[in-house]
Each structure stands twice: as structure tokens, then as C-alpha cells.
């Protein structure tokens, strides 16, 4: 399979918990980006890398959330003291430069109980 | 900030019928994507727009950027049951963000 993957698909937790993300990105893509989606809303940008390099974070992404591309491959994002608020499909997408098509992965679906 | 905005959310049809969906920015955009997102699935890129007023067909689907390229639309001839998803315009912000409009979730009935 030489599309975006995601792990795990589906999380469930308990408020107050740390909950992390993977995403492989395919190979040859070096850049990376984070996003939420909620029903009945489009993606919500968080993140953005560029290689290893973070380049841009939106609002969203409060302090407790950070992400992380450590040798411009895989990337996670981990949630610290989760909220029942953080409960969405968190996607993650990559392409190979700012023209080219943005390939999504399935997505991690996260539940705070 | 910039927003994207759809309509309708939520179109119904019967098979065979037309569709579209429109799409509205409040700034104008350097480009617009779109993309379909079926039932349980994830985001799947359709085609990107680049030139005011640029005209796109693929099969049944035509989409056009409007000439202050600050709108978008979406049309379906025929509806076929396999349309059935959510269908998102996307514009960019400056910088690299991709703005995703809130979609237009279309149903088919045979």
C-alpha cells in the first residue's frame, strides 16, 4: 500500500488521558499536514510540515497539543489531558509540493469518554 | 480571518437528476480544490482550479472558478447512486493552509 496510513484508526479514552497519533506519509512526500474534523464540518487545519521543519500552526492547536516529524518521515500528534471536546477524526495528509495533489489518510477517530 | 462557504449542506435527488454545489470565499483565492468524502471514508481529491474563470469536466462532473476567483461550483449531470458523499470545496489562506469549506452532503435515491 503506498497511500498515507494512520495508527491506530480508532481510539477511545478517558478525559484526562494522553492519547498519540501516527501518520506515515507516502514516501516520497515531504510535506506533511495535521487535520480535525467534526461531524457535518469540513477539515480543520492544525499543523504543517515541511520535512522535519514545523512550519505553520493554526489556532487550534492549543498548548496542549504537539506534533512532531523527527527525521522528515512519519509523523505524531499527541493530546495531553484530552478533553470530551477533542473527540473528532483526526487526519492527516501529505503531498509532494505545494501544486501537487493532497492525499489523506484514513484517519484516527478519537473518543474522550 | 478567511472562510469558505457551501451550499446548499444537504441536497437530496433522485437518480438521473442534476446537482450542484456552490461554493463562496470571502477573500479571493490563489487557487480552489475539491474533494469527496464518502460515507465513513476519508477526503478524496477530486481536481484543482487555478485560472479565473476555468472550466473543468471529468465525465459527469463540471467545475468552474469564477472569474474573481472568489467562487466555485460543482455540477453533476445525472446523478448516479455511486455520487452519494460529502463533497468539500477547499481554498488556500496565505501561507499553506488548506480552508475546507463545511461541504454539501448529497443522497441519491434510485
Known amino acids: 500500500d503506498t497511500g498515507v496510513s494512520q495508527n491506530p484508526r480508532h481510539k477511545i479514552t478517558k478525559r484526562g488521558q494522553n492519547v498519540t497519533f501516527r501518520c506515515d506519509p507516502i514516501?516520497?512526500?515531504?510535506?506533511l499536514y495535521w487535520y480535525r474534523q467534526t461531524l457535518g464540518q469540513g477539515p480543520e487545519f492544525l499543523t504543517y510540515f515541511q520535512n522535519e521543519a514545523q512550519l505553520e500552526k493554526s489556532r487550534l492547536l492549543s498548548d496542549r497539543f504537539s506534533a512532531e516529524r523527527p527525521k522528515g518521515s512519519f509523523s505524531t500528534l499527541e493530546i495531553q489531558r484530552t478533553e470530551q471536546g477533542d473527540s473528532a477524526m483526526y487526519l492527516c495528509?501529505?503531498?509532494?509540493?505545494?501544486?501537487?495533489?493532497?492525499?489523506f489518510g484514513p484517519g484516527t477517530r478519537l473518543t474522550v469518554l | 480571518g478567511q472562510q469558505v462557504m457551501q451550499i446548499p449542506q444537504y441536497q437530496h435527488v433522485q437518480e438521473g437528476e442534476d446537482f450542484t454545489t456552490y461554493c463562496n470565499s470571502s477573500?479571493?483565492?490563489?487557487?480552489i480544490q475539491w474533494y469527496k468524502q464518502r460515507p465513513g471514508g476519508h477526503p478524496v481529491f477530486l481536481i484543482q482550479?487555478?485560472?479565473?474563470?476555468e472550466v473543468k469536466k471529468q465525465k459527469r462532473l463540471t467545475f468552474q472558478f469564477g472569474e474573481a476567483k472568489k467562487n466555485s461550483s460543482l455540477h453533476i449531470t445525472a446523478t448516479q447512486t455511486t455520487d452519494v458523499g460529502t463533497y468539500f470545496c477547499a481554498g488556500f489562506q496565505a501561507g499553506t493552509a488548506l480552508i475546507f469549506g463545511k461541504g454539501t452532503t448529497l443522497s441519491v435515491s434510485s
Open positions: 495528509a501529505s503531498r509532494l509540493s505545494r501544486g501537487d495533489t493532497q492525499y
Open positions: 514516501s516520497e512526500h515531504n510535506r
Open positions: 482550479l487555478v485560472k479565473s474563470g
Open positions: 477573500t479571493t483565492l490563489s487557487n
